[in-house]
């Protein structure tokens, strides 16, 4: 009879930094949902299983290092130690591959119940018990800034769309369903734009071109939009799923009008490119340009966010849209 295959352990400590701390208008309540939502994280990722092939992988973390404080400095960035169990020969090869998947689970699914409230700055990911692989450690950076900056805009555009914050546990649900925690390559157009936006808070900026990218990479797919009319068919269906605005829906066609141009100076060679630093005192247009950039790449966050929160509300896992006609008499 075939013996069991022994398991083994590892775990792992990283520097999880607080958000920088805002009170955006009219949420004022932003701090304690943000608060929240690490209390969950506490008892949500407290113990989490998922299998590689038939071998079950248990994760553990231990919060008592960690008193999340948002507060404004760096320095305050608190330690969370992971343990991973399993397979003992999985363990040994690839256990940082399996911690740094659910670091990444953690990543989407807190920022997409409290925008702004995971953020990794170039952290070590580090063996703290069992032999690693890696000596020096496993660099992670995730950035929390494409979630937390578009709030003074959200405020500032008369709740179109709509982003809320979220129960953790009903989005982490929402992502077992989609059973991508070790996935590595998407394959699905809500995968493409969760990949994406993963990608994406590997850049620390508020804004760089590549953003504009991620962005509508991840409108694309998550809309399904055809090859061509691409524009067109996208505010139709931002409207129709999301709800047409109560008011200035021109301006709101502006915007996403807005994201695309930039999208195509930038592909096609013409975008007024911008090198830092610049200073504000110095170089006033620039500061004014680079801040049309950043709230145009805002919007479209925004605009993905409130997408995947919809989806999440009405338990689905994409989007699916069939054009209709009726033979009148």
């Avoid at 973390?61 to 130690?81: G, M, R, V």
């Avoid at 590549?210 to 139709?236: C, F, M, Q």
């Amino acid at each position: 009879m075939k013996q069991p295959a022994a398991n083994a352990s590892k775990s792992y400590s990283i520097v999880i930094s607080p958000p920088d701390f805002f009170t955006y208008e009219p949420y004022e309540d932003f701090e304690k949902y943000l608060l929240e939502c690490w209390v969950s994280a506490s008892k949500v990722f407290s113990k989490f299983e998922f299998y590689y092939n038939q071998d079950k992988i248990t994760i553990v973390t231990d919060w008592k290092k960690f008193k999340p404080q948002f507060k404004y400095s760096i320095d305050n960035a608190d330690e969370l130690i992971i343990t991973v169990t399993g397979n003992a020969t999985l363990i040994k090869s690839f256990s940082e591959y399996f911690v740094i998947r659910f670091i990444e689970m953690m990543y989407i699914t807190m920022n997409l119940a409290a925008p702004g409230t995971f953020n990794i700055f170039d952290a070590t990911l580090k063996c703290i018990e069992g032999e690693s692989l890696l000596v020096n450690g496993f660099g992670v950076s995730l950035s929390s800034n494409p979630f937390e900056h578009f709030w003074e805009t959200c405020g500032e555009l008369n709740h179109w769309p709509k982003v809320s914050f979220m129960p953790l546990d009903k989005v982490v649900d929402w992502y077992k369903e989609l059973n991508i925690t070790l996935k590595a390559k998407a394959t699905t157009n809500v995968e493409r734009c969760l990949f994406s936006l993963i990608n994406f808070g590997k850049d620390h900026a508020p804004f760089s071109p590549p953003s504009l990218i991620w962005i509508t990479h991840s409108l694309e797919a998550l809309y399904d939009t055809p090859k061509e009319g691409v524009l067109n068919a996208l505010r139709n269906r931002l409207f129709l799923f999301l709800g047409e605005p109560a008011s200035h829906k021109n301006e709101y066609k502006k915007k996403i009008n807005a994201l695309y141009e930039l999208r195509s100076q930038f592909v096609h060679g013409s975008m007024e490119v911008a090198r830092e630093p610049f200073f504000e005192n110095i170089d006033k247009d620039v500061e004014v340009y680079m801040r049309y950039l950043s709230d145009t790449c805002d919007f479209g966050i925004m605009l993905l966010v409130a997408t995947l929160q919809k989806i999440i509300i009405e338990k689905g896992k994409e989007l699916k849209f069939h054009e209709q006609y009726k033979v009148a008499e």
